[in-house]
């Protein structure tokens, strides 16, 4: 069986409070784009996980395929497989790539061995396995709330639009930047209301609080986003924690740059 698993972006990204377990309830926009990790899997005698493209720092037991098969495999008869994982989604980005590759493992293997387990049981699995893992199981645009893990299904559609993905050449880790927040935090604007104006005025009212804890100590990706905003973005951000900065656009960009070490793609969505 191969499998696309797919990226996805933020569309704003409120730090609403620090909760009691350690972790941070969230409030987000997640939108799929058409940006993929490639996973193909079949019977074998023995497991084997053979990853390909984009390095993926850490042993082999961290990898949330090899974490996904193993979780699915306590719990229902899978026999050994051997899997192909081509990374084409960096690490740290704040793409949710492995997040993904981790979702589309257990529908894919619940699928290929005729399971039978329904999007709820799936999601309660993903969630096993992070906290945006659940929201690969439907993959449609949602509002998330808690942890990123309570969602929120909602009317949005950015087809037609050219996204640019402009990623530096480091990434951050997420644990590291959620160390950077302090309470008190402040309330913001209800991304609900704001999703639903037009993208031209989102530019002032939908914010990624991780911009404004992250960028002093990465001053680049700031510069970079300001560039998208140059080269004609109607709105551009920072995705979750990570180090992607992206813009959307009417036309599609000709984007040139001088910056080194940048790299950028352009989907059509």
Request: hydrophobic share 40%.
């Amino acid at each position: 069986m191969i499998l696309f698993a797919n990226a996805k972006i933020n569309l704003g990204l409120h730090i609403t409070r620090k909760r009691p377990d350690g972790f941070h309830d969230i409030e987000t926009v997640l939108y799929p784009i058409p940006f993929f990790d490639v996973i193909e899997f079949y019977p074998a005698s023995r497991f084997d996980l053979r990853i390909y493209g984009i390095n993926i720092p850490g042993p082999i037991e961290e990898n949330l395929v090899f974490k996904a098969f193993h979780l699915m495999r306590t719990k229902y008869s899978v026999p050994e497989i051997e899997i192909h994982l081509i990374k084409n989604i960096p690490t740290g980005s704040g793409l949710g790539g492995g997040s993904s590759d981790a979702a589309y493992m257990l529908s894919g293997l619940n699928r290929f061995f005729q399971l039978g387990l329904n999007n709820d049981k799936l999601k309660k699995l993903a969630g096993e396995l992070g906290s945006d893992c659940p929201f690969f199981i439907e993959n449609k645009p949602v509002i998330a709330f808690g942890k990123g893990d309570v969602f929120h299904e909602i009317d949005l559609c950015l087809k037609g639009y050219f996204l640019v993905l402009a990623f530096p050449d480091f990434s951050i880790k997420t644990k590291e930047a959620y160390s950077l927040f302090k309470e008190p935090f402040i309330q913001k604007t209800n991304l609900h209301n704001v999703i639903n104006k037009p993208i031209e005025k989102w530019d002032t009212l939908l914010t990624n609080d991780f911009e404004n804890v992250i960028f002093p100590g990465y001053p680049k990706l700031e510069v970079l986003k300001n560039e998208l905003i140059k080269n004609g973005a109607i709105y551009a951000s920072l995705t979750g924690s990570g180090s992607t900065v992206y813009g959307i656009y009417k036309n599609k960009p000709r984007f040139t740059t001088s910056k080194p070490n940048m790299k950028y793609q352009i989907f059509h969505l």
